[in-house]
């Protein structure tokens, strides 16, 4: 981050200057990680208080802080702003900086997806720009701010990952990315129990998205998704899939299990050879959609097919984990709807190992469709013919029933753990899969130390 001054924080805030100090180039909200001369804003949530430590926080190195209440007492030499609510004057602030910056910016959003495709599209913006990305999946209100706060003068594009699971979410974070390319990868049933239960609810909710796109801005969509296709936008839009209606279409679609899929993309423009390193079909919507970003931004052919081919997944995101003995773990425990669950049972019907075991948990915030959704996830896993299926959760007991002879089912993670490891055995592949509060990254480490 550029540095900035006290009056200029309060400029962007709109916040009352209570006392002046130094400057600061850098922004934390966590006491734990306070670095000389940042500007630490203390948040408040349901089980935690940064007021708590705002006091030691400065003395740690902080140059000075935002804050809705003051101590009773102030740290000499440090400043302070006084605002009505420090999470949205955190968004103000990154608004307010994010405009110093004359630069391509992707934002992203969609019920799956969106990490892959943030990660899809840097990847290949990264051959010709420095490009600043969102870490991890670092997308909410808090995330968000903190990206684009780390802009520098020498960054020429950005990528930014926004997630919602609430109306109004998408419409905040928009305010302060003000995207010059507005990305849906897909509507599903994700948060669907926020969204009124209906698809066209998420639709409504991911649409915000299109609320701050600039002036001559670029809207990217999955043209394979009915919704999507439909929608008509006083912005030039990019249709990206299979179907005749896209402008960027994907044919000669080759698979290679686990190692990942070939295929062709053709625009108006240009025809693209590419080697996806990274399995499941619908690794061709971030592919494509990242050829007509980059081809819009003027990257030559062989950069946009380098930075596919070089595109590396992050975290339990289809992570290939292989084991002594032909053994093979897909982690993909990140997160689960059932769309992305469907596709990585396929995956894993797919790998050309000996026996192949899905380890399913609980999808979340499903609403309605959730008995649908869990009984059809185990249905599906029977119907490809894969050889156990062990259902985790209280919701995965649907999983269990839908699928079968071949399920065991379990109420928990510890409960599972003997079945699972006596189940990975030589030439198994084993999808471990479930919405992150199951924690099933406990069951792929478990698994890893073990081996």
């Known amino acids: 981050m550029m540095t900035c001054t006290a009056k200029e924080l309060c400029a962007a805030t709109g916040g009352t200057l209570v006392q002046d100090g130094e ?17 630490f804003i203390p948040l408040v949530g349901e089980r935690f208080d940064g007021y708590t430590y705002l006091t030691q926080a400065l003395e740690n190195g902080a140059a000075g802080c935002l804050c809705s209440r003051l101590p009773e007492a102030l740290v000499p030499g440090k400043f302070y702003v006084q605002v009505e609510d420090t999470l949205r004057a955190l968004g103000q602030l990154a608004g307010w900086y994010r405009e110093k910056f004359p630069i391509p910016v992707v934002q992203i959003t969609g019920s799956a997806g969106k990490t892959t495709t943030k990660e899809m599209i840097a990847s290949v913006l990264s051959r010709h720009f420095l490009t600043l990305k969102t870490e991890a999946n670092y997308n909410n209100e808090i995330g968000t701010p903190q990206t684009l706060l780390r802009l520098m003068p020498e960054h020429q594009a950005a990528v930014i990952e926004t997630g919602m699971d609430h109306f109004g979410q998408i419409r905040y974070l928009g305010e302060m990315v003000r995207p010059t390319v507005a990305v849906i990868t897909n509507i599903g049933d994700a948060h669907i129990e926020n969204l009124g239960n209906t698809r066209q609810g998420t639709l409504r909710a991911k ?46 679609i080759v698979t290679h299990g686990v190692e990942g899929l070939s295929c062709t993309v053709t625009t108006p423009c240009g025809v693209y050879p590419l080697h996806i390193p990274s399995p499941g ?3 061709i919507y971030p592919a494509s959609m990242a050829v007509a970003i980059g081809e819009r931004l003027g990257l030559t052919a062989q950069q946009i097919r380098e930075g596919v081919a070089h595109y590396v997944s992050t975290g339990s995101r289809m992570r290939r984990i292989r084991l002594p003995e032909e053994r093979l773990i897909i982690d993909d425990c990140y997160n689960a709807n ?114």
Do not use: W
Request: net charge negative; charged share 20%; hydrophobic share 45%.
């Open 23 to 39: 400057g600061f180039s850098c922004v934390s909200t966590d006491s734990r990680r306070v670095e000389q001369g940042c500007l």
């Open 338 to 451: 059932p769309q992305a669950m469907a596709a990585a049972l396929t995956i894993l019907a797919d790998t050309d190992c000996r026996r192949r075991v899905a380890v399913m948990g609980d999808m979340g915030e499903l609403g309605r469709l959730s008995s649908d959704a869990h009984r059809e996830a185990g249905a599906l896993a029977a119907r490809l013919g894969l050889d156990q299926v062990i259902a985790i959760g209280e919701k995965a007991r649907l999983m269990a029933q839908g699928a079968g002879n071949i399920a065991l089912h379990f109420d928990t993670v510890e409960q599972a753990m003997p079945a699972v490891q006596e189940a990975l055995t030589p030439g198994t592949a084993m999808l471990v899969k479930a919405s992150h509060a199951m924690e099933f990254h406990r069951i792929v480490e478990a698994l890893t130390q073990e081996a």
């Open 281 to 283: 079909d619908y690794m």
């Open 207 to 252: 649409s915000e998205i299109f609320e701050h796109l600039q002036p001559g801005g670029l809207a990217v969509l999955n043209g394979d998704d009915a919704l999507l296709a439909g929608l008509e936008l006083p912005f030039e839009t990019i249709l990206c899939g299979r179907g005749e209606n896209c402008t960027v279409r994907v044919t000669d």
